[in-house]
């Protein structure tokens, strides 16, 4: 897989403390994007799926979750959805940034081994610090529950 960097700790990312991985290779391009580095697919560097299990490891017992962000991790499912799983398996929570509508994901993947997805582009227009981990209003949180249906929170 292809990441763009990762952040060992980070309250600002996901509910409560999180490890952040970024994605590489994003088709948004969403206008004044935080990330616009993380467009290009073959940017970034090189990694496997052990290598990033290696860099949260440490952080086990200190980090509730983890939280993929980019890019969009959508574009690289399969990997982050492997390290989503063994982070459910550590106990972890885990938090999926995509410029994709949940619907659009369910409809192509399995997403039980995520508990928070945060959907939908940046819209610049729509920018706010009102909603708790989105920059814009058009953007959705949504929380798996226990019967595995999602729920939008605010």
């Not at 509910?15 to 580095?37: E, K, L, Y």
């Not at 499912?77 to 390290?83: H, L």
Request: aromatic share 12%; with cysteine.
């Amino acid at each position: 897989m292809r990441i763009a960097g990762f952040r060992p700790t980070s309250l600002f990312d996901g509910v409560g403390i999180n490890a952040v991985v970024f994605t590489q290779g994003c088709p948004h391009h969403c206008v004044n994007c935080q990330n616009p580095s993380t467009w290009n697919p073959d940017g970034g560097k090189e990694v496997s799926v052990e290598d990033v299990e290696k860099m949260i490891e440490p952080y086990l017992g200190f980090i509730n979750g983890v939280t993929f962000s980019g890019g969009d991790p959508a574009m690289q499912f399969n990997a982050v959805d492997e390290i989503a799983a063994w982070a459910k398996n550590h106990g972890l929570t885990t938090t999926m940034y995509t410029g994709y509508i949940i619907d659009e994901l369910l409809d192509s993947y399995d997403l039980s081994n995520f508990d928070y997805i945060i959907d939908d582009v940046y819209v610049d227009g729509q920018h706010t610090t009102e909603l708790p981990f989105r920059g814009s209003l058009n953007q959705g949180m949504f929380k798996r529950m226990d019967d595995g249906l999602w729920e939008a929170i605010d």
